[in-house]
């Protein structure tokens, strides 16, 4: 018995979003792909999709089934595309998850540059800021701004580091004052980052291979930090933010640097992908695009003008 026989088609129809596109993707007819699904029904005893001329969906069963194909071809990929010589040029799909803002300003450009270098790549991009399960949601490779802790069936490499610091607009300093420390911030109000009704605290530094967080008080919060720029341009308070995201901004004068001479926090940025015993090339030039480009994306912020 072919156990993989039916999954290619199952898989085509979910990403294609029927019967009649995964048939035109196959170059088969419609009726065989319904046959070749039904046949892989029939083997499991259950039910995958549920279909009419003018709908598809997923059962629960079809749904956690399809995740699972999806990883089994991706590993049927690699294994073939461990036989081929490193010379061939990278082919096939890549399906990525990044978070929503860096992913849209740093790993967005590398992966259009690398569609244009490598016509046979294919991009599948996810941008959202929840955790996801890698290996549950078949994603070949995800971007993460966090501390990893020790996994047996992953794989990380640091890609950036991320430099932190406070902002504010001139207008906003020049009604205010502008802090002179830390223990100052307790006076402004402030543009925080939150989530899920969790707000993220301003960590600094504490010389002893910690952190402690600034006394913010918050007038703000929000869960997208383009709008917190945006909120700081326009004099609603300090921000916490990412160097490389307001960049632009300062150097249109539109916000400026605070409290410069503190240690800034720098958090890293990881790839990570699942453990194998090989990689195909397709996975090789996308990581190490990210890791030759992104740091000079992200930077380190030295270069933005300060607060007087």
């Given at each position: 018995?072919?156990?993989?026989?039916?999954?290619?088609?199952?898989?085509?129809?979910?990403?294609?979003?029927?019967?009649?596109?995964?048939?035109?993707?196959?170059?088969?007819?419609?009726?065989?792909?319904?046959?070749?699904?039904?046949?892989?029904?029939?083997?499991?005893?259950?039910?995958?999709?549920?279909?009419?001329?003018?709908?598809?969906?997923l059962t629960s069963d079809g749904n956690a089934f399809y995740a699972h194909c999806v990883r089994i071809l991706a590993e049927l990929d690699m294994a073939e595309g461990a036989l081929a010589s490193d010379r061939e040029q990278p082919a096939g799909r890549l399906r990525i998850s990044v978070p929503v803002i860096f992913g849209r300003y740093c790993v967005a450009p590398v992966i259009a540059d690398l569609s244009r270098q490598y016509a046979a790549l294919r991009f599948d991009v996810s941008f959202t800021d929840r955790p996801v399960d890698l290996i549950e949601e078949g994603y070949d490779l995800v971007v993460r701004n966090a501390v990893l802790p020790d996994s047996a069936v992953l794989t990380a490499r640091r890609i950036a580091r991320q430099?932190?610091?406070?902002?504010?607009?001139?207008?906003?300093?020049?009604?205010?004052?502008?802090?002179?420390?830390?223990e100052d911030i307790a006076g402004h109000d402030s543009i925080v980052y939150g989530r899920d009704g969790n707000t993220r605290p301003w960590l600094f530094p504490d010389g002893k291979g910690g952190t402690y967080a600034a006394p913010a008080r918050t007038r703000l919060i929000l869960d997208d930090l383009?709008?917190?720029?945006?909120?700081?341009?326009a004099g609603m308070g300090l921000a916490w933010l990412p160097c490389w995201l307001i960049r632009a901004r300062v150097h249109s004068g539109s916000?400026?640097?605070?409290?410069?001479?503190?240690?800034?926090?720098?958090?890293?940025?990881?790839?990570?992908?699942?453990?194998a015993p090989f990689?195909?090339?397709?996975?090789?030039?996308?990581?190490?695009?990210?890791?030759?480009?992104?740091?000079?994306?992200?930077?380190?912020?030295?270069?933005?003008?300060?607060?007087?």
């Open positions: 018995m072919d156990r993989l026989a039916g999954i290619q088609e199952f898989v085509t129809v979910v990403d294609a979003g029927g019967f009649s596109a995964a048939a035109q993707k196959l170059h088969l007819s419609r009726s065989a792909v319904g046959k070749a699904v039904a046949r892989l029904e029939e083997r499991l005893g259950v039910r995958l999709c549920h279909r009419t001329t003018r709908a598809f969906t430099r932190m610091t406070i902002c504010a607009a001139p207008s906003y300093l020049a009604a205010r004052g502008t802090p002179r420390a830390i383009d709008s917190a720029a945006d909120m700081a341009v916000l400026v640097r605070v409290l410069p001479d503190v240690e800034p926090l720098v958090f890293d940025t990881y790839a990570v992908w699942p453990r990689m195909p090339a397709r996975m090789r030039v996308l990581i190490d695009a990210l890791a030759s480009r992104l740091p000079g994306m992200t930077g380190t912020g030295d270069e933005i003008k300060s607060a007087a």
